[in-house]
T-cell receptor
Framework: DAKTTQPPSMDCAEGRAANLPCNHS???????VYWYRQIHSQGPQYIIHGLKNNETNEMASLIITEDRKSSTLILPHATLRDTAVYYC????????????FGGGTRLMVKP | EPEVTQTPSHQVTQMGQEVILRCVPISNHLYFYWYRQILGQKVEFLVS????????KSEIFDDQFSVERPDGSNFTLKIRSTKLEDSAMYFC?????????????FGPGTRLTVT
């Protein structure tokens, strides 16, 4: 079972920041927070991951609380193409570990 | 940018028939995975594969499923005797085995329809 809790859906206006929350209160010390997204029925796409420090890449920023029990994925300027299901997953950062997908958050970016 | 490819994009088969789904992982990746997603449901892990053997599998991956890396580039999932409930999107993924990070890169999927 997924170890994370996410709201089932969110809306965001195009051009605004999308802030997607995730609760992972039972996260272990060696587990990272990963974010993936799935656009329509395409294959899941890796976005970003982190352990305890905030992370930023060309797609998004990841803010992890100091106690690591929750995190927020930030899409700074959402576009219509960011409409997708976003999954927050916790797992060790080791080769070969499976991904356990929950229900995710369905983000709808509106014009 | 390197990507995982899958063929065919859509496979229709009759119940009881064997199907083989094919994947070409990213070339310098050595860990391979299969996941499936039944319409409207979650993405589910099936199996992971490394060094020519299964490293982990889920309860879904029963005796009717098998995986193989027949050559240096392809990775296949075989379903021996398909059932109606095998209808789903099947995703292949690959990841690095050393040096990190170990994010998994997914292919576009094969839609399997069993009639």
């Amino acid at each position: 079972d997924a170890k994370t809790t996410q709201p089932p859906s969110m809306d965001c206006a195009e051009g605004r920041a999308a802030n997607l929350p995730c609760n992972h209160s039972t996260i272990s010390g060696n587990e990272y927070v990963y974010w993936y997204r799935q656009i329509h029925s395409q294959g899941p796409q890796y976005i970003i991951h982190g352990l305890k420090n905030n992370e930023t890449n060309e797609m998004a920023s990841l803010i992890i609380t100091e106690d690591r029990k929750s995190s927020t994925l930030i899409l700074p300027h959402a576009t219509l193409r960011d409409t997708a299901v976003y999954y927050c997953i916790v797992r060790p950062d080791n080769a070969g570990n499976m991904l356990t997908f929950g229900g995710g958050t369905r983000l709808m970016v509106k014009p | 940018e390197p990507e995982v490819t899958q063929t065919p994009s859509h496979q229709v088969t009759q119940m009881g028939q064997e199907v083989i789904l094919r994947c070409v992982p990213i070339s310098n990746h050595l860990y391979f995975y299969w996941y499936r997603q039944i319409l409207g449901q979650k993405v589910e892990f099936l199996v992971s594969f490394y060094n020519n053997e299964i490293s982990e599998k889920s309860e879904i991956f029963d005796d009717q499923f098998s995986v193989e890396r027949p050559d240096g580039s392809n990775f296949t999932l075989k379903i021996r005797s398909t059932k109606l409930e095998d209808s789903a999107m099947y995703f292949c993924a690959s990841s690095r085995t050393s040096g990190g990070p170990y994010e998994q890169y997914f292919g576009p999927g094969t839609r399997l329809t069993v009639t």
